[in-house]
């Protein structure tokens, strides 16, 4: 009952973030580059959920946007989840409770986002390479995903650990109490 909770929770986070990404963010964009808010969401799920739990709402939500706006079915949800097991990779490596780390995963994750969904559009549509416009439509695009970080994060961080008290189990070893 405990997880049922917490992936309704997610899944109502993936509808305003849906909402915000293709609603409000169209108003603000810069450059007409908008951030890209599931991979927050993902790297998000990733972090303070379930291993298993947050791969699979991934790779669904990336295969809901994929039918909903992408140009192929597929590539979204599995980047998506890969994100996601990288978020829980530095669960277990790195503090959540640093503003700074957070930043950085971000960064990171929006880099190899970006750069993987070129590459494969490269190679599926066979569209020229322009390494200046996606330099700079890079750039823009961490920095819009940065600075949402640093706005979000207190709210981020609470809702985190509210969904990670109730979708981890804990394991004690009362033995050594």
Not at 34 to 39: E, V
Request: aromatic letters at 14%.
């Amino acid at each position: 009952m405990r997880k049922v909770k917490a992936t309704l929770i997610i899944i109502a986070m993936f509808l305003i973030t849906y909402f915000l990404q293709i609603n409000f963010f169209s108003w603000f964009t810069i450059r007409g580059i908008k951030p890209n808010l599931f991979i927050i969401l993902a790297l998000f799920m990733g972090l303070y959920s379930d291993k298993k739990l947050s791969g699979i709402l991934s790779l669904i939500f990336g295969i809901v946007l994929d039918i909903l706006i992408g140009k192929s079915i597929g590539f979204t949800g599995i980047l998506l989840a890969m994100i996601s097991f990288l978020g829980g990779y530095f669960d277990k490596n790195f503090s959540k409770d640093s503003r700074l780390t957070i930043i950085l995963m971000t960064l990171g994750a929006t880099i190899l986002f970006e750069i993987v969904m070129y590459a494969i559009n490269i190679i599926k549509f066979r569209i020229e390479i322009e390494i200046v416009e996606f330099a700079v439509m890079l750039g823009v695009e961490v920095l819009y995903n940065v600075i949402l970080i640093i706005i979000l994060y207190p709210g981020m961080k609470k809702l985190g650990y509210y969904i990670e008290d109730i979708s981890k189990e804990k394991k004690l070893l009362t033995r050594y109490f």
